[in-house]
């Protein structure tokens, strides 16, 4: 008689108990959509609708996986055990989301692409864009368990303190809803609407509008796990008890009298267990009898406990039929105060005592809550001011509130700490506020002076009709309908030098240098050698001793080294230099060592020049090798000298991706082309140079050409969106047409 539902399949691929499902919506491939299940086995199961074994299983995450959201385009966004959040598309983990220090109980992916949120153990919640954390959320006192999506500005996140807090995308939390009185698991919203739905460890449903509790349903099970709502506004909740049940406002899908009949026979013999404190306070000695339910309750969901032949029962109000409906027996409940049945929690924290305070018979009751170690009478004035209660009942409150607590008072325990991190001042990662560490008066500038890259035409290799130019030579009319720009082939480099001016620099810091530091005339002759043999295409093979001077060079104190990495960058290029440094044999020091310069707070000359020697790697195999060994590390490091807003170095970032985007395009390797998406999408929002902007374009293209996953991606990740405005710039005209070629593919 299940109105409406019948078994269709039972579908098993897990090898322990399953946490988390999902609905991943109809694509071309999967008409009727798949479904995902995530579990206790670490894995994620993928199925079709009409197959009892799963289509594929998607492994990776080293714990529980316990939540589990789709997106457009195919995405898959999961949530687990150990503390990280990983992005899929169809069978593929494209990204890993870390930050949480502890389980991740609750993921949302976002309307607006890109965005997704993820919700923890840790008491935050985190909000992603492109796979970098944007800002986190603090408020909560507990666990965060559940999140629900309002619209593309504003959220709801339920968790273990029994609140339900509203939030705004940028950050600022709007509102807070009390009205459980335990753990909150699961929270849904309505269609096209605000209000929402929440279940919990408190036996209840309750379902709230215009944001208060509008109405209370019990059920015959402690932990209310789940629920949610579909789109006829019928709402589908899961209990501990392994039932599931629709609760409707339609009167055709309104369940039997029988079977109403036995959810309330059901219900009235549920054995509430007073510790719980999901009743409030209970002292049998104190409760009326039956006569007490004569007298009709004041709002739906209201409990009264009345004593009977020596047991107590508990009874809600209903509204819509008149009448209290029983809701259980209270279990050992013979004089359990407090004391022995341990806390009550009320509007998220935990009291010795809730009671509850009718000031006038037919007013409204209010909940005053109260430890032992409060000052009775500072508690009873707290209590009038709240509730605007007339101050000349502070006598009575004070007293009620002594013989109430029989005068039990404790030596002071550590009150509650406010939580650190929240309040006005709290840390969000990610918004400084612009401070970049730009010194006032750059040391390199002044007339003839060196100054590294700063050359009017630091711009990649000068050939004919090579987009990267802009020396005119090339004309774009000619080139109208055919794509110039992307898949590239090969690797850009910095080549622009004049070996003059480093090697005048070079000497004039060394004379400054410390004794420990300073370099011999001969090791400056060394070193102006191996840049004449680097710079000119001379027969010659620059020696071990040159390579072995420059690596002292290299390893000078920061605020002098940048002529030594501007030599370093220009020699990696020559095919010797660069096996040396790439190979097997050192290749890990030499990484370090120019890492260790795009520390975002270091000097931006060593930052652009490292950024440089990089790029400059990928010339020979053994540097391309290199780099896609370490992408990863590269990558995460290169991206955070982002902020410093100079162009040059935006110019080197943009070059660096796209030197990987040329090498990802030849081997096809999906999660290294996902990470050069994040930088380009992460690069987008900060980049001002056009030059930076059009070879951010081309990288893009290259990445997604011949490759359908990583269009998917890329519009996952909302790039279409950012780079719709350069398709109406003027000049140069490259950035207008090369991002009309990306948005063609997208």
Same mark, same amino acid.
């Given at each position: ?75 898959? /966004?999961? %949530? &687990?055990? +150990?503390? #990280?959040? @990983?992005? !899929?598309?169809?069978? =593929?983990?494209?990204? *890993?989301?870390?930050? $949480? ?15 997704? /949120?993820? %919700? &923890?153990? +840790?008491? #935050?919640? @985190?909000? !992603?864009?492109?796979? =970098?954390?944007?800002? *986190?959320?603090?408020? $909560? ?38 009205? $459980? ?566």
């Amino acid at each position: 008689l299940n109105r409406g539902f019948t078994e269709m399949h039972c579908m098993s691929g897990h090898s322990n108990f399953v946490s988390c499902v999902c609905i991943i919506p109809p694509s071309d491939l999967y008409p009727r959509g798949l479904i995902a299940t995530g579990g206790n086995d670490h894995n994620i199961c993928i199925f079709t609708v009409d197959n009892t074994a799963p289509l594929y299983v998607l492994k990776g995450h080293k714990n529980t996986v316990c939540s589990l959201s789709s997106g457009k385009f195919g995405t898959l /966004l999961s %949530g &687990s055990w +150990d503390t #990280t959040a @990983k992005v !899929w598309l169809n069978d =593929r983990c494209m990204m *890993t989301l870390q930050g $949480h220090t502890a389980a991740i109980w609750a993921v949302k992916i976002l309307p607006e692409q890109g965005l997704m /949120l993820t %919700g &923890s153990a +840790d008491k #935050t919640i @985190k909000l !992603w864009k492109a796979g =970098r954390c944007e800002r *986190t959320f603090t408020g $909560h006192e507990d666990c965060v368990r559940g999140l629900a999506i309002l619209s593309e500005i504003e959220f709801l996140s339920c968790a273990n303190d029994a609140s339900v807090r509203r939030w705004q995308i940028s950050g600022e939390c709007l509102q807070v809803y009390y009205g $459980h009185t335990n753990y909150i698991y699961s929270i849904s919203v309505f269609p096209q609407c605000k209000d929402f739905v929440t279940t919990g460890e408190d036996r209840t449903l309750r379902i709230w509008k215009q944001g208060e509790c509008a109405q209370t349903i019990r059920l015959p099970a402690q932990s209310v796990w789940c629920c949610c709502v579909l789109d006829n506004g019928d709402i589908v909740v899961g209990a501990s008890d392994g039932i599931i049940r629709v609760f409707t406002e339609s009167l055709e899908r309104t369940a039997s009298a029988e079977e109403i009949q036995a959810f309330e026979n059901e219900l009235s013999q549920a054995c509430i267990d007073p510790k719980t404190g999901d009743l409030g306070d209970i002292n049998a000695d104190d409760l009326p009898g039956r006569e007490h339910l004569k007298d009709p309750g004041t709002r739906d969901g209201q409990t009264r406990l009345i004593k009977d032949n020596g047991k107590v029962e508990a009874y809600q109000w209903s509204v819509s039929e008149g009448r209290w409906i029983k809701i259980g027996d209270v279990v050992g409940s013979s004089g359990a105060t407090q004391q022995t049945s341990g806390k009550v929690l009320y509007e998220g924290k935990e009291y010795d005592y809730v009671f509850t305070i009718d000031v006038n018979e037919n007013g409204p009751s209010y909940k005053l809550p109260y430890n032992i170690t409060d000052d009775p009478w500072l508690t009873a004035y707290n209590f009038l001011q709240k509730n605007d209660l007339n101050p000349m009942f502070l006598d009575q409150v004070a007293m009620f509130i002594m013989d109430n607590t029989k005068g039990q008072t404790l030596l002071s325990t550590s009150a509650q700490f406010s939580d650190p991190f929240t309040g006005a001042g709290r840390y969000v990662p990610g918004s400084s506020s612009g401070s970049s560490a730009i010194p006032a008066a750059d040391p390199f500038t002044g007339a003839g002076r060196y100054v590294p890259g700063s050359a009017s035409n630091a711009v990649a290799p000068v050939g004919a009709v090579d987009p990267y130019t802009g020396m005119g030579a090339y004309q774009s009319a000619a080139a109208k309908d055919e794509n110039i720009y992307f898949p590239k082939k090969d690797a850009v480099t910095f080549d622009q030098a004049n070996p003059t001016q480093i090697l005048g620099k070079l000497k004039e810091l060394n004379g400054s240098a410390t004794e420990e530091h300073k370099l011999t005339e001969d090791d400056l002759v060394i070193l102006e050698k191996l840049l004449s043999t680097v710079c000119n295409t001379s027969a010659e093979t620059p020696t071990a001793q040159q390579l072995e001077t420059l690596w002292r060079a290299v390893h000078w104190p920061e605020d002098i080294v940048f002529p030594a990495l501007d030599i370093l960058r220009l020699s990696v290029r020559h095919p010797t230099v660069n096996e040396n440094f790439c190979s097997e044999k050192d290749h890990l020091q030499f990484i370090t060592l120019l890492l260790k310069f795009l520390n975002p707070k270091g000097k931006q000359a060593n930052q652009l020049l490292a950024l440089r020697a990089l790029c400059n790697c990928f010339v020979s195999q053994a540097g391309q090798k290199l780099m896609m060994e370490q992408r990863d590390d590269i990558m995460t490091q290169a991206i955070e000298v982002k902020s410093g807003n100079n162009k040059n170095i935006h110019i080197a970032l943009a070059t660096l991706t796209l030197n990987y985007a040329v090498c990802l395009h030849k081997v096809n390797n999906i999660e290294g082309k996902a990470q050069c998406l994040s930088v380009i999408s992460t690069a987008m929002e900060v980049v001002q140079d056009l030059e930076a902007i059009f070879r951010l374009l081309v990288a893009l293209g290259t990445l997604i050409s011949d490759d359908t996953n990583a269009v998917q991606l890329a519009k996952s990740l909302g790039v279409d969106s950012q780079i719709k405005k350069y398709a109406s710039v003027s000049e140069p005209a490259k950035v207008k047409e090369c991002s009309r070629f990306v948005l063609n593919l997208l």
